[in-house]
């Protein structure tokens, strides 16, 4: 099981809803496949499916509750196991016994939403992970603040898979991404255009990836699950291309 955190310098770049997305994505190319909330200040996985859970994975961490009652299935295939506030009793061990609790799951991709930031929950909740992915929007600050996460990942001993740019404009004043890579020595494995559905899928509590599946962000969160896992991704370009491609036209 491939167990992956996606992680933050700072908040409001992204990070959960591109855990939601991947998620689905690598549902929708077979692979068995868990997303998980582990932000314990902020937990906003579970609403970008329209969950109401009775029972979370803060649950099961403060009790002796097995793990597979904060499994949520979601009609796509994908499994949520959904968070809840618990800061008031935040200690740094939580995620040590975190990683004990998830240890005997059966999935080929478990992605772990992580509290954005760089403070000790921040930090800690890289504990489970094997690797890592970093979530920015492509200003400085933001970047600045990916490399500092980036910095502490590897003295983590962990797996760097990229960073991936959040809410992409492309206009003069944004770095790309080989200015990035030089800047910080992460390569940047996706680009995420700004796309007002994705916003629209929030708030109807679908994934992009299932209710915008056509939109240019959409099909780039599923290059990127592609890229993540290990299989060549082709675009469907719609039915105008096929047409043209049939009767022997490119478009």
């Known amino acids: 099981m491939r167990i992956i955190a996606l992680t933050a310098g700072k908040g409001g770049v992204g990070k959960t809803t591109l855990t939601a997305n991947l998620g689905v994505s690598l549902t929708k190319m077979g692979f068995k496949t868990c997303v998980l909330d582990a932000n314990f200040t902020a937990p906003d996985l579970g609403t970008h499916f329209g969950l109401n859970p009775d029972t979370t994975i803060w649950d099961v961490l403060n009790s002796k509750e097995p793990i597979e009652h904060a499994i949520y299935g979601h009609d796509c295939g994908l499994h949520i196991i959904p968070g809840s506030t618990g800061v008031e009793d935040f200690r740094k061990d939580i995620y040590k016994r975190l990683k004990r609790k998830i240890r005997n799951l059966k999935y080929d991709f478990l992605l772990i939403d992580t509290p954005p930031g760089l403070g000790d929950d921040a930090i800690s909740a ?52 080989l200015m990035i890579k030089k800047f910080t020595g992460l390569n940047v494995i996706g680009e995420i255009p700004e796309d007002i559905v994705v916003r629209k899928s929030i708030a109807v509590q679908s994934p992009v990836t299932l209710s915008y599946p056509e939109s240019k962000a959409a099909k780039e969160l599923e290059r990127i699950s592609a890229l993540i896992g290990g299989i060549d991704y082709k675009s469907s370009k719609g039915w105008f291309h096929n047409l043209m491609k049939f009767i022997g036209m490119t478009v």
């Open 126 to 177: 890289l504990t489970p992970a094997k690797e890592v992915i970093i979530v920015a929007n492509p200003e400085w600050t933001s970047l600045s603040n990916a490399y500092r996460v980036y910095q502490i990942a590897k003295k983590m001993k962990k797996q760097v898979v990229g960073m991936v740019l959040n809410r992409q404009l492309v206009h003069e004043y944004e770095p790309d991404g």
